[in-house]
């Protein structure tokens, strides 16, 4: 006798991915034959659905009702450490839940973001990571006014009303100054970015409470604005050490940075730190190297990642309510050789 198809209250796209072991939205790519499910994954899935004998048409209506939560992640630079280790982590995080990561470099370029956002729009993923964002951005705003999942990550934007999970930049800003101020240094050089770029601005602003709180006189010729590139930071380096007076620490708004003018102290004869102190910011990998040593400060990108998802993933699915993610991770100064030898 054949067997008696199954009708659509024996099965459910919720039921197939507990017995699978995987989530719904895995369930849905498979059926769909979406390339970014494991072969293997794929197989059991396929296999199960077989098994309980479900047709074409019950699978491509269950699948429907399944949404989504696959997201975007925009970057502003992959070679940057810190961000190699957020993309690493965030991917981690929202593989945990099923979900998978559309990875954007926008490679330091802030005109890039524009196309990115339309890409992933076109893809139609549920929800974006930002951790890259100008100051201004027309299509970000429009997101924000159409409520549209999104969370910027390591940044924030005053005055906007924004989904964030950040490291507190500007009290990780005043702990670098306070370390150099507090070993003597009364001429400090700050290497940042561009001045369009959100997440240095708090760190630019800490430099320069830091000098007022002290009574040291703000000089525009310690600051220089650079891209960033290690070879750009070396440029920056030799500018600051060539002024007539110039300063006997450095403050580098990155490790990336901080990096590119370690290699010009170094070549120009000086010693780190007896003639210039330095220090950086993001405690990538390669800060703590042996032969490096970099005074830097950590913002936890494990904790910035795991928020980040964990907060984007409960916008998606939760889009009647009005929910605001709002954390501010806490920053931690590492004093290492390049400031206290």
Known sequence: MARKKNDESTFSVKKIAGLAGVSQSTVSRAINNYSNVNAETKAKILRIIEELDCTPQQLARHAVAVP???????????????????SRLIVQRAEAYGSSVLLCNVDNNSTMI???IQVLLQKKISGIIFAAIPLQNRRFMSMLENDFPC???NRRLIGLDTNYVTCDNEQGGLLVMEHLIGLGHG????ITGPETMAIYAPRFGAYKKAL?????EYDSSLVVHTVYRADA????ARTLLKIPDPPTAIFCVNDTLAMGALD???SSGRRVPEDVALAGYDNTPISNHSAIQLTTVDCSAAQLAMRSVDGLLRLIKNPSEKIRIQEVVPPRLLVRRTTVG
Request: hydrophobic share 50%; proline share 0%.
């Open 264 to 266: 010009y102290i170094i």
């Open 212 to 216: 007022e709180l002290h009574g040291i």
């Open 68 to 86: 989504s939560t696959d997201i975007g992640l925009v970057v502003a630079d992959v070679n940057n450490g810190l961000y190699a280790e957020l």
């Open 233 to 236: 930071a070396n440029a920056a």
């Open 114 to 116: 524009d196309s990115y």
């Open 187 to 190: 001429r400090i050089g700050f």
């Open 151 to 153: 969370i910027l990550c």
